[in-house]
């Protein structure tokens, strides 16, 4: 048990050491905000730019359903997305990603690309491999949270 302590307080540490500096990275490249970062990064990952609003909260727990409403409504409002009742269940919302609201996400995608081509020569080829790897233990890490 005092092992398994100590994992969760390395990751722990890790996770506050690090988010400082995605927050800056963020902030540097947009004004949006993280959830709204991550909505469009979701409905680009669509084949069609689009989900149902319900889809996209069962994606984004534990975020409240209020919560949500009140941050695709900013989008909305910004042109980003756009909501559309369906017509056979006007209680399910479609929400897509418009023009704009992609032409946002991949501007803010190339200032955090740019960033992080300015310094990746600070990283070995070995660090860097084990970077990506670690996305796919993340990934298994939070799955089911």
């Given at each position: ?24 990275l963020?902030?540097?490249a ?73 032409a ?42």
């Amino acid at each position: 048990m005092g092992e398994l302590n100590a994992v969760v307080e390395d990751i722990l540490f890790g996770m506050r050491k690090v988010r400082p500096h995605f927050r800056k990275l963020f902030s540097y490249a947009t004004d949006m905000s993280d959830a709204e970062i991550l909505i469009l990064s979701l409905l680009i990952s669509e084949p069609d730019g689009k989900m149902l609003l319900s889809n996209l909260q069962q994606q984004l727990l534990p975020i409240r359903p209020s919560k949500l409403t009140n941050i695709t409504n900013k989008l909305e409002d910004k042109g980003y997305i756009k909501k559309q009742r369906m017509k056979r269940d006007r209680r399910r919302v479609v929400i897509a990603i418009t023009p704009k609201g992609k032409a946002a996400y991949e501007k803010f995608e190339n200032v955090v690309r740019e960033a992080i081509e300015r310094n990746v020569d600070k990283v070995s080829p070995e660090e860097l491999d084990v970077l990506r790897k670690s996305f796919d233990v993340w990934c298994k890490l939070l799955e089911d949270i």
